[in-house]
């Protein structure tokens, strides 16, 4: 049996319409599904009673096993979420006065070894299915009303692009749940032909560049991913998509220390900066394993003067979750494959 949760509503539609169903009852099945969130075909009761029965056969739903829920003193939530092959993932919902932001994961583990981040632990199990991505949206709406998504848990969402795109499609369309694609935000690492590839589907999301070194010496050391996808590829791929999309990329930059945080590295990053109009997202360093450090306080303000001199504008990422292993990078799998390892 299909997971109903896996299909867009143009593809609800296509399967329907072969069994006889018309396109407005498609529609009005998928509106059951997203907006009124039923898991029960026999409450459909706009659908005539042997449509929903021949439904009942042909759709599945899905129901993640809540393995464990933590909560910070913060308020952010941790799920650690079991799926239907017993692989695990980590999902995070983060409070603000005036939103809601759900940080989702795109697949169990991740295969990029960024040597700062604990998603890496295990290396990449599989793809999740867009009806795990979805999923992980639908069971936390039920609790708390999300404003923003963000495609920053376990994962690297360009390597899992089509399920990425199609979950995409699936939050955000009309006849169902109509999420505001502005609201949707997909971090990379920095796959430049992916990056090109998604401009041309004018989804209307925004974009952040996991950058973390503005020079490909240290890039490279800091992410492998760089050998493949150099800055200069990167810069040509960000300066595509805010061209294209009209909206400016936000370029990531984790402060660590004795790495990348002298006045040299500021007007390097400056120079990147200002060349492809990008924002910037400073981001404090979640400590996740023992070499890399975060800078002092002093460093970190002189690191900030000299990009204020440069004329950049940037912000500050606020820590959340730290004491549940919940902030930026410190989330991951915990299959039996990723602890033998
Ligand atoms: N694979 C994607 C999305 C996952 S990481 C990417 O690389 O962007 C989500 C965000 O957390 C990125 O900005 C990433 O650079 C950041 N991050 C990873 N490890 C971190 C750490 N230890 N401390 C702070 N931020 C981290």
Redesign the pocket.
Known sequence: MECIYNLSLKELQEKLILKGFSRYSAKQIFAWVYKEKTQHFSLMTNIAKGKREELAKMFSFLNFKILKREKSKDGTQKYLFQLADQETIETVMIPEKQRNTLCVSTQVG?S?N?K??A?KIGGLIRNLSPAEIVNQYLQLSSQDKITNIV???I???LDNFKNVVKAIKILTEPAGINFTNKRISI???GLSDKIKELVELNLGIKL?L?L?AAVDEKRTELMPVNKKHTLADLIDAVKYYSFKQKHPVTF?Y?LLDNFNTTSEDARKLAKLVKTTGAKLNL????Q?EEKLKTPQLEKVEAFKKKLKEEKVIFTLRKQRGFDINA????LRSFSKKAIKK
């Open positions: 991740c990029f960024c700062f981040c998603s495609f920053m848990g994962g690297e969402p971090s990379t690492c952040s996991s973390h990531e984790i981001i404090p360093y979640n996740t902030a930026c990078g410190q």
